[in-house]
């Protein structure tokens, strides 16, 4: 059993930078491939970004690549979400999420683990 706890979020203007952070408890992060999606309101969740369990291997949602960067550090069993030149639709609730599967990362139904959230608004 992994629990996962994102925080980090907050209101930044346009053209700013937040860094997510997703801490786990229970297992080491190493053995799990960490994700991180955002659900905007009215929309369906979707993924933003994944990085493998050997932690060398890192994915990106089309309209983030480029801006945001996904990291882990396994010592302090916590993965990073650093987001720059945020735009108003990047606003949503960001959800850290595991798996022990290295394929289809970008699939929300391939992970077991999910944290509960944090809101991230960016002003116009």
């Known amino acids: 059993q992994v629990q996962l706890v994102e925080s980090g979020g907050g209101l930044v203007q346009a053209g700013g930078s937040l860094r997510l952070s997703c801490a786990a408890s229970g297992r080491t992060l190493s053995s799990y491939t960490m994700a991180w999606f955002r659900q905007a309101p009215g929309k369906e969740r979707e993924f933003v970004a994944a990085?493998?369990?050997?932690?060398?291997?890192?994915y990106y949602a089309d309209s983030v690549k480029g801006r945001f960067t996904v990291s882990r550090d396994n010592a302090k069993n916590t993965v990073y979400l650093e987001m720059n030149s945020l735009k108003p639709e990047d606003t949503a609730v960001y959800y850290c999420?595991?798996?022990?599967?290295?394929?289809?990362?970008?699939?929300?139904?391939?992970?077991?683990?999910w944290g509960q959230g944090t809101q991230v608004t960016v002003s116009t």
């Open positions: 999420a595991a798996t022990t599967t290295v394929y289809a990362v970008s699939q929300e139904n391939v992970y077991n683990y």
């Open positions: 990085n493998r369990r050997s932690g060398y291997s890192t």
